[in-house]
C-alpha cells in the first residue's frame, strides 16, 4: 500500500457546486469504505453461515480501513482489468492478517462489490440529503405559516394575474418538497439493496450457502434482500436516480420563484446571509448566491438521470459498458442534489421577505386583478353580458389613464346604484379575494405535519 | 363547430413506433376527450357542491364528446392564446344547449383542463400499458419456469464466464419487469391527481366551495385528490416519467439480451412470428423484429424524461414556457413505453429457445469455465496455490491444443490421483456448478405470484 | 393502393408547439414524398450510368407522387419488417406501369431510402427555418440599431448591474442568431448526403457501377456525396442535431429575455400583434405567447439531441434498434426548432420597446449603478482607497435614505471640491457610461451584413 | 496563500474513465492555471494598449503560477460570491508585488475571466483528444488497407446478411473519425474565442480602449476575437459540446463493433495488449478492455450534451444559475471524449484481427448469402420469377438439410444447364461479391489522406 491521498477532496467549483454534506459521502475516500464495508460485510456473512472462522472474518474487517489504502494507486491500476474492484482486492488481501487473507471476496465478483458499495453509498449520501431537504421543507413551512395572509401578486406567464397570499406560494413549495422527501425515503428504505451474485448471478462458487449469505450481508450491511441478482437489471439505480431528478425540480422551481421575486424591479425578497452575495459599491445589489447555486446543481439532473436511464440496457450477466458508465453519474447526481438541498435549505432559512414590497406591487395595476370579482358582484343586477361589458371597459379606460379602476369604476352610475362606496372598496381589496388560500396552506401544512409526525 | 377530423391517426412510422393500443390513448382524440371529460366532470363536481343545477352539469356533460370537435381547428386558433384550452371551451360552450353554456369551465383556468387531462390520458394508457408489461412478465416467468434447468452460458463483458440457465437470465428479466409495474402501478394508483387551482392556485371563483368542487372533482375523475394545486409543482409528472424510464430500461436490456442471443453465430433463440422478420432468400436470417423494435422505442426514454425533468422549473403561478415545453414529450413517453411494452410482449410470447444450441455454444470453451471448480476440488489435496497453478496449466494448454480441459486434466497424474474420470466429469458438467440457480429462480417466481396473486 | 389519408395532419398542439412551415416539411406526407424522390432518383442515377433505360426511370419517377400512397397503411404493413420501405416498395412496385416496375428500388436497400429521404427532409426543412431564423436576426439588427443608444439597466443574477442599451442587448441576440445560422446553413450545405450502400455498405447488386450511381444519386437528389456509405457511422445527423441544438439554445435565451422584460414589473417590452396574448378584464396583462411558445418549443432541444446522440453506436452493417430510434426525434427535432424559429422571428418582429419605461426603470437605484465611474473620477485626486471609501459610504447612505447618490455625493466636501455639479452630473448620466456599447453594436451589425451580404 | 493542493488529482476511477492525457487538461490545476492565464494575458493587453505600464503587467504574470495557490481553499470561498474568480483575484492581488497589485483583474468581470479560462481549457484540452482521434483514424486506415480483402459476414439487426470485408469495415470507422476530427478541428481553430466585456458587457471600465484590449486578449491567449460579448449568448460552448457528443458517438459505435466482434461465439479480434484484460483460469477469455472503457466514456456524452444545451437561456447579462451549472459538464465532456479517444486509439493499435475466423464466420451459412447473386445470375435464362423461386426453394431446401447451398443447386437441372461448376462455385465466392468494396475503401483512405495531408 502506498501512503493515502490527500485529505483533501475538495476542489475549485466544489464550494458553489458541491456545497453541504453529501459531497463527502461521494468522494473517493467514501466509495473506498464503503467498497471495503462490502468486502468486510461479506466476511462476515460467510461467518455467520459457518462458511468461514469468525477470526478471519474478524481479521478482514479489521483491515478494511479506507485510510489505509491509495484511491489514486488504486484507480490507476483499474486500467489493467477494467474496475477498482480488482487492485482493491489485491491490496485488500496483502493488508491481511495470516490465513484469512486467502478468504478475502471470496465467492464475490467485482461488480458484487461496486454495485453493493454504490447502493451503501447512496444510502449514507441520502441521510443528510434529506436532512437538507427536510430542514428547507420546514422553512417553507414556517414561512407558509408565518405568510398565510401577506397578500401579493400572483403571475402567470410572469405576468400579474390574481392575489395569492406568499404563505400560499410556501405552501406549494413545501408540498413539492414534501412529496420529494416521501419518495426519496421510500426508495431509500425499501429499494436499495445489496447486490450479490458471483461472476454470472448463480452464487456458484457459495454452492448452496448462497442465499444464506446473500440474507446475511443485507442484513450487515443494512440494505434490502432482493430476490436474486440485480446486476444487469437497473432498476434499483433508476429508480433512486428518478427520485433524485424529482427532488431536483423541485428545488430548481423554487429557486427560480426566489430570483424572480430577488429582481431588483420586484425586490420582495433576499437572501440574508450577512457578507455573501454583496457588492460594496451597490448598495442595493444582494446576489440570491443560495438560490442562484441551487438552481445550477439541480439543472444538472435531467442530464445525469438520461446517463443513467441510457446506461441501463446492460449486456447478459455483465455489461460491456453501461455498467461503467454508471459510476460517475451516479455520483455526479448525488452530489448535485445534495448540493441543490444543501443551497435551497440555507435560501428558504436566510429569506427576507418584504410584504410591504408585495402589496405595493400588487397594486401596481390599481385594481386590475379585481375585475373579474367587480363583473361577478354586479352579474345579478346587470346580467352577465352588461356587467361583463362595464367592467371590462372600465378596466380598459383605467388602464388608458393610468388611474385606478376604483375611481373609474366610481364614475359609472350603474355601478353606483348597485355598489356603495364601501362594497366597491371590499369588492376591490385584494385580501378579500383569495378563494379557499387559508384551507390549502393549512391542508399543505397538515400534511407536512402527518408525514414529519410534527406539529406545525 | 367544424366537422370532425379523420378518424385515422395512424402515421408512417406508427407500426413500427406507435405499437399496441397506448398509442390510441395519447393520440389527438384521446386529448380531446379527455379534457371535455375534465369539462364534464367539473361541471358535475360542481352540481355536486350546488353551485350549478344538476340539469346544466348534465347538458354540458352532454356536449362533451370529441367526435363533435375538430382536432386540427382548435389546435390552429390555440396560437392565440397559447393553449388549446381557450379555444376548446368556446367550441363546447357554442355546443352546449341553453342557460347552461354560461357555466361551462366555471372556475377553471386552462391549466386545470390540460394538466387534470394528462393525468387522464396517463391513467387510460397505463392500462393497457400495464396489460402489456404484465404479459410480457407472465411471458418471462413461463420462459424461467420452462428452462429452469436449460444450461447455456453466462457472459460477461460478452465473453463466456460460467454456466447459467436460460430460466435464470429470464427470472431476472421477470424481476425487472415485475419491479417496474409495480411503481408504475403505484404512480397509477397514488400520484396522478386532478389539477384544480383557478388562474393562481386560490380557487378563488370558487370562493369557499372551491375544495369541496376540488374533492369532487377528483372523485369524478378516478383520481387522487391532492392537498393544493400543483400548477407549478411538477413532481407528479416527474415521478411519472421517472417510472416510464426505468420500464423502458428494463425493455431495452431484454431485448438487447434477445438480439445478442438471435445473431447467427449465437442462434440460441429467435422470434416466432410466421411471416415477420424472414427473408425469401436469405432463410437463415430471422430478423428479431419485435426485440429489435422494443428497443427503438425504449431508447426514446432517457431524453424524453430529461425534456420533462427540464421543465420542472415552473415560474410562479404559471410557467412561461416549461408548462407548454411538456406537453410533446408527456405524450411521446407515454406513446414510447407503451410500445416498447407491446413488442417485447410480443418477442417473450413467441420466442422460440433452442436448449441444444445453447449447450453446444457453452462446450466451444471445451470446459474452461468449469477451470475454477477443479480447482477448488482440489484444494484440499493439493493445497490452494499448487491447485490452481495446475489448472491454469492446463486450461492454457487445453486453449493453445483446442483440446478439451478434461482430457489435458485426465492426462495429469496429480488429477489421475485424487480425481477419478467419473467425478472429474461430474465436476466438468456445467449442470453440476449452477450454485443456487433454481432456488433463485423459485425466489423470482414466488414474488411474482406474490405480486400477481397468481400461483405461476 | 388505397384511398390516401387525410390532407390535413394537424394536430392539438401544434399551433402552439408546431408553428411556421418546417413542421408540414416533418410531416408523413413529406416523408412519404422523400422516400418517393428517393426512389425516383434512383432509378434516374442507374438510368444515367447505363443500368436501365430512361423510359423505365421515368415510369418509376411518375409514380412517385405522395398523394396516391396510404401513410397509415403503409405504416401499420411495416411492423412486419421493422420500417415503412418494404410495404412502401411493393406499394409503388404495383404502381408502376410494365416492366419497369420490376426496376423499383433496385441495388438499395431500405436504409438507403430512409437515410437519403431523411437528409432531404432535413434539407428541405432548413430552407424555410433558415428563412425565419434570418428573418428573427433581421428583427434583432432593426432592434440594435434603432436601439442603439436606448439606455437601460444590464442585469446580472437578475439584479441591476451596470447601465447598457437596449440595441446591445439585440445585437447579443444578433450576433447568437448569426452563429447558429451560419453554422445550420454550413451544414445544409456540406454535410448532409445522400445514402447509398445496399444491404451492407458494398454496393454489391450494383457491381462496378456502383459508386457511378452514388454520384449519380447525389446529383439528383441535391445532396453531398459521401466517401462510402454511412449507414452506421451517424455524424451526419448527430452534426445536424447539434446545430439544431444550438440554435434552440439561441431562441431560448432570447425568449427568456423578452418574457423578463414583459413583466408586469419591468414593462420593457411587450408582444405587438392584436388581438393575441390579451385578456379581455385584464387589459394590462399581454402574455408574451410567442416568446412563451418559442421557449417552449425550444426546450425541447437538450433531450431530443441526446436521443439522437444516444442512438449513435449503431451495430455492424445495420444497428439492431439504434436505426430505428432516430426516426421521432429527427422529426421532432427539426418542428420544435422550426416552431421556436417561427415564433421568435414573430415575436422580435412585432415587439413593442418601451424606452422611456427603461429609463425609468434603470432610475430605480438612483444612481447607484453609477458608483463605480464616480469612484474613478475622483481617484486621481484622493488616491484609489480614500475614492472608493467616500464613495461607497455615499452609496451606503443614499440606499438607506432612499435618496439619490447624486444628492448625497454632492453634500461631501471632498466631492465638490474635485467636481463641479455638472461634471457630477454627467458622471451619473448612465448615457456616459457606456464604454464600447456603440462600437460592438456596430460590430454586430457588421458581421451581420457580411453573413448575408446585405447593408444593414 | 496557503500551501499547494497535493500534486495528485487522479482518483479511484481515473484509470477506467479518465484515461489519457485530457482529464489533466480539465483538473483544478489547470483551471486555475488557465485563469491565471487569463489575468495574466488581461494585464498584457491592457499594456500593450498603453493603459498600465508593461513592467506592471510583468509582475502581475509573474504571479500567476498555478501553484501558489490553493484550489482548495479557493473553492470553499467561492460559495460568499458565486464563483471562485472573487477569491482568486483576491489572493493572485495578494501575491503581486508593489503597485501593480491595483491593477489585477482591472476591467474585467469574473465571468470574463472563467469563460475565457474555459476556451483555453478547451484547447488545450483538445490538442491530445485531437491526436488521440487521430491516432485512432491511423489505426483504422492501417486496419482498412491491411484487411481491404479480409472477407467477412456484414451483419444487418446482428443476422448475417452479405459479405464485406474488414477492411470495409474499417474503413467506415475512419470516414467517422476523420469527420468527428475535422469538426472538432474547426471548432477549435475558429469557434474559441476570448470573452470580455466587463460586468454588463460594454467594457464601460475600459472606456474607448475596450475593444483595442479585447483584440489584444485574443492575441495573447491565442483564441479568436468575437464582435462582441457572448457572456449570455452561449454558442460557442454548444458548439464545441456537439462537436464532442458527435465524436463519442463514433467512439461508441467502434467500440460496440469491437466488443461484438469479441464476442466468445464469434472470435473475430480480440485486444491485444499482454496482461490486460485476461483470466488466469479462463484463457479464452480476453476483456475487451479498451473497447469497454472506451464505450463507458462515450456513453456520458448525450446526457453531458444535453446538460450544456439546457443551460443556454441565460438570462440578461449574466444567467442566475445556468453559467453557473455549465462548469461541471463542460469539464466532465471534455474528459469523457477525451478518455474515449484514448482508448478507443488503445484498442484499434493493438487490435488482433483474425481473418480465418472471420471467414469461418461467413461460412456458417453455407452459401446463403450468395443466393441473391445467383439469382441475378440466372435471371437472363429463366426470367425473373422463374430465377427467384428456383433459387428460394434450394436455399430453403439448403437450410433446412443444413447443406451447403452449393450443393442444393448443383443438383438443379436448370441450374446445372446454365451454370457450369466452375460459374456456380465462382458464384457462391464470397470474395467475388463485394461490389465497390475495394473502391470504396480507396475513397475512404484518400480522403484521410487529404485531411491529413499524408499519403496512407
Redesign the interface.
Known amino acids: 500500500m502506498r501512503p493515502p491521498?490527500?485529505p483533501?477532496e475538495?476542489?475549485?467549483?466544489?464550494?458553489?457546486?458541491g456545497?453541504g454534506p453529501v459531497a463527502a459521502e461521494v468522494a473517493?475516500r467514501a466509495?473506498?469504505q464503503a467498497m471495503l464495508d462490502v468486502e468486510a460485510g461479506l466476511a462476515r456473512a460467510q461467518a455467520r453461515a459457518g462458511l468461514l472462522p469468525a477470526e478471519h472474518a474478524d481479521a478482514i474487517a479489521a483491515a478494511c480501513v479506507a485510510e489505509r489504502f491509495d484511491?489514486?494507486a488504486?484507480?490507476?491500476?483499474?486500467?489493467?482489468?477494467?474496475?477498482?474492484v480488482v487492485p482493491l482486492v489485491a491490496a485488500l488481501t496483502g493488508a491481511v492478517e495470516g490465513d484469512a487473507a486467502?478468504q478475502v471476496h471470496r465467492g464475490a465478483?467485482s461488480q458484487d462489490i461496486l454495485d453493493s458499495a454504490a447502493m451503501l453509498i447512496a444510502h449514507r449520501a441520502l441521510g443528510p440529503l434529506l436532512d437538507d431537504l427536510d430542514g428547507a421543507a420546514r422553512a417553507a413551512a414556517a414561512l407558509a405559516e408565518h405568510h398565510r395572509d401577506t397578500v401579493m401578486?400572483?403571475?402567470?406567464?410572469?405576468?400579474?394575474?390574481?392575489?395569492?397570499t406568499f404563505g400560499?406560494?410556501a405552501?406549494?413549495?413545501l408540498?413539492?418538497l414534501d412529496?420529494?422527501v416521501a419518495?426519496l425515503a421510500d426508495v431509500r428504505l425499501h429499494r436499495l439493496a445489496v447486490q450479490l451474485g458471483?461472476?454470472?448471478?448463480?452464487?456458484?462458487?457459495?454452492?448452496?450457502a448462497?442465499?444464506e449469505v446473500l440474507a446475511n450481508l443485507a442484513d450487515e450491511l443494512g440494505l434490502a434482500e432482493?430476490?436474486?441478482?440485480?446486476h444487469?437489471?437497473?432498476?434499483?439505480p433508476?429508480?433512486l436516480?428518478?427520485?433524485l431528478?424529482?427532488a431536483?425540480?423541485?428545488v430548481?422551481?423554487i429557486?427560480?420563484?426566489v430570483?424572480?421575486m430577488?429582481?431588483?424591479?420586484?425586490a420582495e425578497v433576499s437572501e440574508g446571509v450577512p457578507?455573501?452575495?454583496g457588492s460594496?459599491?451597490?448598495?442595493?445589489?444582494?446576489?440570491?448566491?443560495a438560490?442562484?447555486?441551487?438552481?445550477?446543481?439541480?439543472?444538472?439532473?435531467?442530464?445525469?438521470?438520461?446517463?443513467l436511464?441510457?446506461?441501463?440496457?446492460?449486456?447478459?450477466?455483465?455489461?460491456?459498458?453501461?455498467?461503467?458508465?454508471e459510476?460517475?453519474?451516479f455520483a455526479?447526481l448525488l452530489e448535485?442534489t445534495g448540493s441543490a438541498a444543501a443551497w435551497l435549505r440555507d435560501c428558504l432559512e436566510h429569506l427576507d421577505v418584504d410584504a410591504e414590497r408585495m402589496r405595493a406591487?400588487l397594486e401596481?395595476?390599481q385594481g386590475?386583478?379585481m375585475?373579474?370579482?367587480v363583473?361577478?358582484a354586479l352579474v345579478p343586477a346587470l346580467g352577465?353580458h352588461a356587467a361583463?361589458e362595464l367592467?371590462?371597459d372600465a378596466?380598459?379606460a383605467?388602464?388608458?389613464a393610468d388611474r385606478p379602476l376604483a375611481e373609474v369604476l366610481a364614475e359609472h352610475e350603474d355601478v353606483r346604484e348597485h355598489l356603495d362606496a364601501g362594497a366597491l372598496e371590499r369588492l376591490l381589496d385584494p385580501a378579500g379575494?383569495?378563494?379557499?388560500?387559508g384551507?390549502?396552506?393549512d391542508?399543505?401544512l397538515?400534511?407536512h405535519a402527518d408525514r414529519t409526525g410534527q406539529p406545525t
Chains 1, 2, 3, 4 share one sequence.
Not at 444487469?232 to 434499483?236: K, N, Q
Not at 446506461?311 to 458508465?325: I, K, Q, T, V
Open positions: 491521498s490527500s483533501s475538495r476542489g475549485l467549483f466544489d464550494g458553489v457546486l456545497r473517493d466509495w473506498l484511491a489514486a488504486i484507480g490507476a491500476e483499474a486500467a489493467q482489468t477494467g474496475n477498482p486467502g465478483t401578486a400572483g403571475r402567470t406567464l410572469l405576468q400579474q394575474a390574481l392575489p395569492v400560499l406560494k405552501a406549494e413549495w408540498a413539492g412529496e420529494v419518495r458471483g461472476a454470472a448471478g448463480t452464487l456458484a462458487s457459495l454452492s448452496e448462497g442465499p432482493p430476490p436474486l441478482a440485480w444487469t437489471i437497473r432498476v434499483r433508476a429508480e436516480a428518478g427520485a431528478g424529482a431536483c425540480g423541485v430548481a422551481k429557486g427560480r420563484d430570483t424572480l430577488a429582481q431588483t424591479e420586484v457578507g455573501r452575495g460594496s459599491t451597490l448598495p442595493h445589489k444582494r446576489n440570491p448566491v438560490a442562484v447555486s441551487a438552481i445550477a446543481a439541480a439543472m444538472r439532473a435531467p442530464g445525469l438521470v438520461a446517463e436511464l441510457g446506461a441501463m440496457a446492460h449486456e447478459h450477466e455483465r455489461a460491456a459498458g453501461p455498467w461503467h458508465a459510476w460517475r453519474p455526479a448535485a406591487n401596481l395595476t386590475a386583478l375585475a373579474e370579482r363583473t361577478t352577465r361583463h367592467v371590462q378596466a380598459r383605467a388602464f388608458a379575494y383569495l378563494g379557499a388560500t384551507e390549502l396552506i391542508r399543505a397538515r400534511a
